[in-house]
Nanobody, 122 residues
């Protein structure tokens, strides 16, 4: 499977943004799609994941409340909505897949796309 993240850009603090992760190619039957972000000089940080059916979701405790993950099965696309953007949300946002439900470790994810850059100005 190939994943492509998009939707990033330059936004103002307080704005909202919806990122997309489009999947193409062969897909395992049971998987989860997760979102991560990485700022310069920092480790890749887990944000949220959604199971293939959309029936279960989990978030990182550090981002609960402002981030919402969802999916459109017909479009093979997973979304990440970010509300009340802050300058510290500036990062490259990535999506990836895992078959290890519940994990937050980037090493458990595969099919990383190129990411989409979100820049939040104050």
């Amino acid at each position: 499977v190939q994943l492509q993240a998009s939707g990033g850009g330059l936004v103002q603090a307080g704005d909202s943004l919806r990122l997309s992760c489009a999947a193409s190619g062969r897909t395992l039957r049971r998987y989860a799609t997760g979102w991560f972000r990485q700022s310069p000089g920092k480790e890749r940080e887990f944000i949220a994941a959604i199971i293939w059916s959309g029936t279960s979701i989990y978030y990182s405790d550090s981002v609960k409340g402002r981030f919402t993950i969802s999916r459109d099965g017909a479009k093979n696309t997973v979304y990440l909505r970010i509300d009340s953007l802050k300058p510290e949300d500036t990062a490259v946002y990535f999506c990836a897949r895992t078959t290890n439900w519940g994990t937050r470790a980037s090493s458990d994810f595969y099919s990383w796309g190129q990411g989409t850059l979100v820049t939040v100005s104050s």
